[in-house]
């Protein structure tokens, strides 16, 4: 499809300057980050679906997946996949989910790609998910085993 995709509408649409995940990525806010190098950075979800649900995205600010050439896309996914791995092993999932929510239509909460890696057991198939209250050293404990298993594979 060729043209300029219509604009999806987002409450949440902030300059860089001061979209969360981009003051993340400057270290300005603190998040409990599992994987990142010069491209993507990887980090805990502060209100999770489940432990481990880790969110993957690009450092370079864009609202929506529109916003990313076709090659950068399959790189977030394929970043996305790697982390993947390293969650299951980590908190001992049976499968997992990918969500990647484009617009306030579709939930996007935070204006800025991200993928969620939502870790899921067996017990938790067909239910309906509650966000987590995790404490601070319960994110930090997963997070230091979701950097243990990428550093192993």
Same mark, same amino acid.
């Given at each position: 499809?060729?043209?300029?995709?219509?604009?999806?509408?987002?409450?949440?649409?902030?300059?860089?300057?001061?979209?969360?995940?981009?003051?993340?990525?400057?270290?300005?806010?603190?998040?409990?980050?599992?994987?990142?190098? %010069?491209?993507?950075?990887?980090?805990?979800?502060?209100?999770?679906?489940?432990? =481990?649900?880790?969110?993957?995205?690009?450092?370079?600010?864009?609202?929506?997946?529109?916003?990313? %050439?076709?090659?950068?896309?399959?790189?977030?996914?394929?970043?996305?996949?790697?982390?993947?791995?390293?969650?299951?092993?980590?908190? =001992?999932?049976? =499968?997992?989910?990918?969500?990647?929510?484009? =617009?306030?239509?579709?939930?996007?909460?935070?204006?800025?790609?991200?993928?969620?890696?939502?870790?899921?057991?067996?017990?938790?198939?067909?239910?309906?998910?509650?966000?987590?209250?995790?404490?601070?050293?319960?994110?930090?404990?997963?997070?230091?085993?979701?950097?243990?298993?990428?550093?192993?594979?």
């Amino acid at each position: 499809m060729k043209g300029t995709p219509k604009r999806l509408h987002n409450s949440a649409s902030v300059a860089p300057d001061k979209c969360v995940f981009c003051r993340i990525v400057r270290g300005e806010l603190p998040a409990e980050k599992v994987y990142e190098d %010069d491209r993507y950075i990887a980090f805990l979800d502060i209100n999770p679906f489940s432990r =481990g649900h880790t969110l993957v995205s690009p450092k370079a600010h864009g609202e929506t997946i529109w916003d990313m %050439d076709e090659h950068d896309i399959g790189e977030l996914f394929m970043t996305a996949s790697e982390v993947s791995k390293a969650v299951v092993e980590a908190t =001992g999932a049976d =499968g997992f989910r990918f969500v990647q929510n484009n =617009g306030e239509a579709a939930n996007q909460v935070v204006a800025h790609v991200h993928v969620h890696v939502i870790p899921i057991a067996m017990h938790e198939k067909g239910k309906v998910m509650d966000r987590l209250k995790l404490t601070p050293e319960q994110l930090a404990e997963t997070a230091k085993k979701i950097r243990e298993s990428l550093a192993r594979n």
